[in-house]
């Protein structure tokens, strides 16, 4: 692919990228041998370098897949080049189809390796797909061309090794013409998956809530289409997310529970979101968000400040109500940070009944998966604000006319806010 497209661009316009895994002895021999070739070519290079290694127990194939891929991508954008090639050939494209056929793929992995596609803003190109690796080598030998064998192909407990070893010389002499017309039904196989992303999208733009960047959806509209399209929609509200798409199994446990459950709510972790539903609302959040994790207890110190930062997001606001707690007492009071319980009590006016927390979330439809993510300051075991509901207005707090209000503001970025906004 090198030789080739610099005979056809020109060297001026060419970059060449090695990137080395540092997974064999022979590694730093290999970023030599394809500096020489571009020097060879008049082409610019550049070694790339792995600074991670796969996680015990991780692939270690799909690390350096993925890490390959993240390098090439950055080094593309950062030199501003118009693509970034890669040399997938025909032979690569049948052992991907094998593979995902086996792993009972649907149409996303049975479309294959795309001639053509755009990731995190690069245009990636792959112009060899068409065309056959006997063909590859027999213009490689007849031009004089020198390469390098990496040892782990020949590693046949990688699964597309031996499916390359063990599988595609069978299919050669059994069936040969099986790499030409896979790629033509591979084309036909992605566009029927493109036209199913495009229903699938139709059908979540019909069921998107605002704010949309949590994803938000009214899963009332999701549920009245048919069984095939709501898995269609979850799918693409996952990829839209940027998840790894869920085993069939797992698709249906959402689609039940997200979708169908009769339970006022349901939560499912997968790749690093939640994915939660309350009432009729659905909602896909980062799990390292600080938000949905339960607030843990805090002592704070009020030193006449208007706000406080939370750890737990958002910030405690302090400012001047007439009937607010009295200063002074509040200056010396020990707050303690924590969750509400459910059965502390709230006087939400002063001529009021106080009511138990338990039934302020119900009325508020606060999704339980939630409540202990909500901060609360207690005074000596007693509630004096919970959030989203504000201060306790009982007659028995130390006040004064020029008190103070405590109130917990969240921000617009908070999951929170959403979802009680959403639901109501």
């Known amino acids: 692919m090198l030789h080739e497209t610099t005979r056809l661009l020109g060297a001026d316009a060419v970059i060449a990228l090695h990137v080395n895994h540092g997974l064999q002895p022979q590694a730093d021999d290999w970023v030599e041998h394809c500096a020489h070739q571009a020097r060879q070519l008049g082409v610019a290079f550049q070694a790339l370098k792995a600074q991670s290694a796969a996680a015990p127990g991780d692939s270690i194939e799909a690390w350096a897949r993925d890490e390959r891929y993240r390098l090439l991508l950055d080094a593309t954008r950062t030199c501003g080049a118009a693509a970034l090639l890669t040399a997938h050939h025909a032979d690569d494209q049948v052992e991907t189809f094998l593979m995902a056929l086996a792993r009972g793929s649907g149409l996303d992995g049975l479309s294959g390796i795309a001639a053509s596609d755009l990731r995190q803003g690069v245009r990636l190109l792959r112009p060899l797909l068409s065309i056959d690796r006997l063909h590859l080598l027999r213009r490689a030998q007849s031009q004089g061309w020198q390469w390098i064998e990496d040892p782990s192909n020949a590693n046949e407990s990688f699964l597309r090794n031996a499916v390359r070893a063990q599988l595609m010389p069978v299919l050669r002499k059994v069936l040969p013409a099986v ?10 196989i992605s566009d029927w998956r493109e036209q199913a992303h495009e229903d699938a999208r139709r059908d979540l733009d019909a069921a998107r809530c605002e704010p949309r960047r949590w994803q938000a959806l009214d899963r009332r509209v999701l549920a009245g289409l048919s069984p095939g399209r709501q898995s269609l929609a979850l799918r693409e509200w996952l990829h839209e997310a940027g998840c790894q798409m869920p085993s069939r199994d797992r698709l249906e446990q959402m689609r039940r529970q997200l979708l169908l459950g009769q ?32 607030v843990q207890p805090t002592l704070l110190r009020w030193n006449g400040q208007s706000s406080l930062e939370l750890a737990c997001g958002g910030r405690m606001v302090f400012e001047p109500a007439v009937s607010g707690v009295s200063r002074s007492w509040l200056a010396q009071q020990s707050l303690l940070l924590a969750p509400a319980q459910a059965g502390a009590r709230l006087r939400m006016r002063v001529a009021g009944r106080s009511r138990s927390v338990k039934n302020l979330w119900q009325e508020a439809a606060i999704p339980v ?19 989203p509901f504000g201060m306790d207005r009982s007659p028995d707090w130390p006040s004064e006319p020029d008190g103070i209000a405590l109130r917990w503001v969240p921000s617009d970025e908070d999951p929170r806010q959403a979802f009680n906004n959403l639901v109501k």
């Open 369 to 387: 998966f939630l409540r202990d993510s909500l901060p609360a300051v207690w005074v000596e075991g007693r509630l004096l604000m919970a959030a």
């Open 179 to 188: 790499p030409v017309h896979l790629h033509d039904v591979m084309g036909q």
């Open 263 to 294: 339970g006022a709510h349901a939560k499912i972790e997968h790749d690093g979101l939640q994915l939660m539903r309350h009432r009729h609302v659905l909602l896909a959040c980062p799990q390292s968000s600080k938000a949905l994790a339960a």
